[in-house]
């Protein structure tokens, strides 16, 4: 195995609480339905970087009817970094033997540069010797030059890199790009696929 390369959402971390959700779109009001509408539908731009967090915030918050103020703003960026931050222990700690072992290890993740800030603040990114995002590089899962850039950056053929993530969509473009890739359905079934 020369490289395992995973996702973070809902992989080194949880899907959302039901709490830390409902106080992000608790901070706008209305219908939550119209808020998780407005949320993913303009997600995709936000994280590839092509709409920036004032943009992303702004257009969700006019959808909405509500006036998108600094506060607000400062508010909804800070609550959605804190939805997605309860880290998956047992994921982290498949983490912490393949690096006992000297595996290495990198991080492939659609976030926008928020997010992706705040991840390579925290600890546990030093167990990752590269941190991939795709408001950085302009590419996101599951378009195939994601992983041919991956691959490139690592200096490693794509069969050399294990790939995980939590979507199938995700998985199945990186076989169809030569990785070898599993589908992140819990911790345990992890250290099952990746034989530890």
């Given at each position: 195995?020369?490289?395992?390369?995973?996702?973070?959402?809902?992989?080194?971390?949880?899907?959302?609480?039901?709490?830390?959700?409902?106080?992000?779109?608790?901070?706008?009001?209305?219908?939550?339905?119209?808020?998780?509408?407005?949320y993913w539908s303009g997600r995709a731009a936000y994280d590839l970087g092509t709409v920036d967090a004032a943009g992303y915030w702004g257009?969700?918050?006019?959808?909405?009817?509500?006036?998108?103020?600094?506060?607000?703003?400062?508010?909804?960026?800070?609550?959605?970094?804190?939805?997605?931050?309860h880290l998956d222990e047992g994921t982290l700690q498949i983490l912490r033997?393949?690096?006992?072992?000297?595996?290495?290890?990198?991080?492939l993740s659609n976030a926008p540069l928020e997010m992706?800030?705040?991840?390579?603040?925290?600890?546990?990114?030093?167990?990752?010797?590269?941190?991939?995002?795709?408001?950085?590089?302009?590419?996101a899962k599951p378009d195939p030059a994601i992983?041919?850039?991956?691959?490139d950056r690592l200096g490693a053929a794509p069969a050399d890199l294990t790939f995980v993530d939590d979507r199938p969509a995700n998985v199945e473009a990186a076989r169809a790009a030569g990785l070898r890739a599993f589908l992140f359905t819990g911790a345990d079934r992890l250290r099952r696929d990746l034989a530890l």
């Open positions: 195995m020369e490289w395992v390369v995973v996702d973070y959402g809902e992989v080194v971390c949880h899907e959302p609480p039901e709490d830390a959700a409902a106080r992000l779109a608790g901070t706008v009001g209305g219908d939550p339905a119209a808020f998780w509408d407005a257009e969700l918050c006019g959808r909405l009817g509500r006036a998108a103020t600094p506060a607000l703003l400062d508010a909804l960026v800070r609550l959605d970094l804190e939805m997605w931050s033997d393949l690096d006992a072992r000297r595996v290495p290890l990198a991080l992706a800030r705040h991840i390579e603040a925290a600890p546990f990114a030093e167990l990752f010797r590269h941190r991939f995002f795709s408001a950085d590089l302009r590419l992983y041919a850039h991956v691959a």
